[in-house]
């Protein structure tokens, strides 16, 4: 694991290579006389295979710097680069498509559907997405394994626990092998052993399938199965 004084990646490659690059990313909210700065000039390449963790206290914006990476906050300065496509240039519509395609987004409280059972909640994006045939039903087969829920696959929401509906919320977003992969707090709700698991099980997918694996977290517990560490003070990588 290596902590690299510069916010860009330096392992080999040049930054062209990235699959995921933030330039000069600002992101102000609130009103002119409450305004906040939740991410201050923020630039950050991510490598497709790359596995980076990103720590801070709450409040320092490591959510917002998912959520404008991810597409689903505008910065108010700079570029946000996903698969060669620049989404702060796209339309809604566009980004929305953009996103669906390249981009797996893990949220700290899963957003499960509630009419869904575990294995429809993996297999949703790839109806979504109109790629739900066998490869895909294995591949949710597989990933339940992986987190340890095979013998959840009927329950729906309501009858998981929070760790269980984070597990799934992980699993989906890995189902179609996404070229980003964003992670917030995954291990949260889940105990030492657990949450071991779910950090190599990230590490693993993130080389396997060449993903660039951003995944902001509290517990320092598991940042040694990272390739690189960062910290975010104040909306400023370090």
């Given at each position: 694991?290596?902590?690299?004084?510069?916010?860009?990646?330096?392992?080999?490659g040049?930054?062209?290579?990235?699959?995921?690059?933030?330039?000069?990313?600002?992101?102000?909210?609130g009103?002119?006389?409450?305004?906040?700065?939740?991410?201050?000039?923020?630039?950050?390449?991510?490598?497709?295979?790359?596995?980076?963790?990103?720590?801070?206290?709450?409040?320092?914006?490591?959510?917002?710097?998912?959520?404008?990476?991810?597409?689903?906050?505008t910065?108010?300065?700079?570029?946000?680069?996903v698969?060669?496509?620049?989404?702060?240039?796209?339309?809604?519509?566009?980004?929305?498509?953009?996103r669906?395609?390249?981009?797996?987004?893990?949220?700290?409280?899963?957003?499960?559907?509630?009419?869904?059972?575990?294995?429809?909640?993996?297999?949703?994006?790839?109806h979504?997405?109109?790629?739900l045939?066998?490869?895909?039903?294995?591949?949710?087969?597989?990933?339940?394994?992986?987190?340890?829920?095979?013998?959840?696959?009927d329950?729906?929401?309501?009858?998981?626990?929070?760790g269980?509906r984070?597990?799934?919320?992980?699993?989906?977003?890995?189902?179609?092998?996404?070229?980003v992969?964003?992670?917030?707090?995954?291990?949260?709700?889940?105990?030492?052993?657990?949450?071991?698991?779910?950090?190599?099980?990230?590490?693993?997918?993130?080389?396997?399938?060449?993903?660039?694996?951003?995944?902001?977290?509290?517990?320092?517990?598991?940042?040694?199965?990272?390739?690189?560490?960062?910290?975010?003070?104040d909306?400023?990588?370090?």
């Amino acid at each position: 694991m290596t902590h690299p004084a510069s916010t860009s990646a330096t392992s080999g490659g040049t930054a062209a290579a990235a699959a995921l690059r933030l330039t000069d990313v600002t992101l102000r909210l609130g009103s002119d006389q409450q305004q906040v700065t939740a991410l201050d000039q923020v630039t950050l390449d991510v490598r497709p295979g790359e596995y980076l963790a990103v720590t801070g206290p709450s409040g320092s914006g490591k959510s917002s710097l998912l959520a404008v990476a991810g597409g689903l906050q505008t910065p108010t300065e700079g570029t946000v680069h996903v698969a060669d496509a620049d989404l702060t240039a796209l339309t809604e519509r566009r980004r929305t498509a953009h996103r669906r395609q390249h981009i797996g987004y893990v949220f700290q409280n899963a957003n499960l559907l509630a009419s869904l059972t575990a294995l429809e909640q993996l297999l949703l994006p790839a109806h979504v997405a109109g790629r739900l045939d066998a490869a895909a039903r294995t591949r949710a087969g597989e990933l339940l394994e992986a987190v340890g829920m095979t013998h959840r696959a009927d329950r729906r929401p309501h009858q998981l626990s929070g760790g269980e509906r984070q597990r799934i919320g992980l699993a989906r977003a890995l189902v179609l092998s996404p070229e980003v992969l964003l992670v917030d707090e995954p291990t949260s709700a889940l105990d030492r052993a657990r949450a071991r698991d779910v950090a190599d099980l990230l590490a693993e997918q993130t080389r396997q399938n060449n993903t660039a694996t951003v995944m902001v977290t509290h517990d320092t517990e598991i940042l040694d199965a990272a390739d690189r560490v960062l910290a975010l003070r104040d909306g400023r990588l370090t």
